[in-house]
């Protein structure tokens, strides 16, 4: 996508050295600054202190951290490490795992002195594969928008939005926002609604950002808005994205996203998840049960940052007690049921297991733990 003009992705490879390069999402949408990895660890912390977020840019940043792990020591020990390192930063994206379990094996079968090349190359491999699937996520739920564009001629689309799922959490287009996108781009008249996404805004502050960058007519709202908003019939259908969605269709996403799906279903309202396969983990079924839930640090709750209109500087303010405690549980799970479908590279299935079964075959066999 472009930034004042310029084509972006959110993560690329420097050309002349083994550097990754990342657009810092921790500071927008006050401030546009690209941070340099040198290290595996650096890119862990980065994806830890979610400088980098969204389950497909975790896992192509985790593919360039190794990269980086094997131009600096290309022994199997220190490959295994930092596959290690890595996989600790974020527990719940699936795709992180996906990335490092697609890698590690093709660089342990050369000999040392190829795998730094050869990790770079599959690094990029999987950054270009992002962006193709991302696109062509978009082309597909362009046909739902378009469906609804029709019944509606009068009017725009109204698509609620949880999280962010545009390109930022992505390597380009995005996942939820790619079909928005796209039907912006054929003309068809679209209106977000944006939630805030509590605690740490990536709603308000990034894809609000985004939509405002494309040109895409939105209103960020707070999250106890949506049900409110479907009521009233403001809200013609939800696409949100995913951490980890199950073969069985349970579907975990930013927390919050469980209580739209009831509202939606409640409301009669088309409640979509858009994810790569790679998101899909094909071992395990009961989402609520087996999906690890990652507690993020308290202060994410307790304080919030934004910027000061005088001074025209970010700040971080308390917003409850002194010695009151905040949870922060950073995913919730949406269960199949309240998942009217579910938008992929290669289709729109409804969200059960024989219907994802059929658009990637290949994992009909992989073990149910």
Known sequence: MQVNGTPFRSIWLASDRPEVLVIDQTLLPFAFEVRTLTT???????????VVRGAPLIGATAACGLFLAAASDASEDNLRRACAELLSS????????????RMLP????????ERADRARMLAQKICDEDVATNSAIGNHGLT???EAADACPHRPVNILTHCNAGWLATVDWGT????????HDQGIAVHVWVDETRPRNQGASLTAWELAAHGVPH?????????????HGEVDLCIVGSDRTTRAGDVCNKIGTYLKALAAHDNGIPFYAALPSSTIDWTISDGVRDIPIEERAEEEVSHICGRDSEADRLVRVRIIPDGSSAANPAFDVTPRKLVDGIITERGVVKACEDDLVSLFPQNAEVPNI
């Open 144 to 146: 739902l928008i378009s």
């Open 176 to 183: 939820a926002l790619a079909p928005i996108f796209k039907a």
């Open 40 to 50: 595996s660890s650096e890119t862990a912390l980065a994806i830890r202190e979610m």
């Open 219 to 231: 209103t960020v709202i707070a999250d106890n808005a949506g049900g409110h908003l479907m009521q």
């Open 90 to 101: 974020r527990p719940t994206a699936v795709n992180l795992r996906w990335a490092l379990d």
């Open 106 to 113: 093709l660089l342990l079968e050369c000999s040392e002195s």
